[in-house]
């Protein structure tokens, strides 16, 4: 008996994708390739899992542009792209600190909106 690779020996597990925009596209691409919706997320998984393990792809560096420790423009275009899902994804989201900041704001006379007071001049007197 010929034992499969270890990425064909791989556990079932039902895993729940709350993404129905993401599970809409797996459908779409699983149509389209003649694969099942099982097949085509095994085939992304296995893709990811290669370009993370390129040469060409360095995850530590997406890492750094995120946190503006490295201009984007200095990735590969590997890394350049996954910087930017990662990146859109996050700016989509306040984080927990913008959250607290912005409540907070709105607890204090900051956040507030202040008209100045209407000043009525006698006509012919100046403002200045």
Avoid at 87 to 99: C, R
Wanted: charged share 30%; with cysteine.
């Amino acid at each position: 008996m010929v034992t499969p690779p270890d990425h064909e020996r791989l556990a079932t597990e039902i895993v729940e994708l709350a993404d129905d925009e993401l599970m809409d596209y797996v459908r779409q691409e699983a149509g389209l390739r003649n694969r099942s919706v099982d097949e085509q997320m095994r085939h992304w998984l296995l893709l990811g899992r290669a370009v993370e393990q390129s040469e060409k792809f360095d995850f530590e560096r997406v890492i750094a542009a995120l946190q503006a420790e490295l201009l984007p423009v200095k990735l590969t275009p590997l890394e350049y792209a996954c910087w930017l899902s990662l990146f859109s994804d996050l700016m989509g989201e306040p984080s927990a600190a913008e959250k607290a900041f912005f409540e907070q704001r709105k607890q204090s006379e900051t956040g507030q909106c202040h008209s100045e007071p209407e000043v009525n001049h006698p006509k012919g007197s100046s403002s200045k």
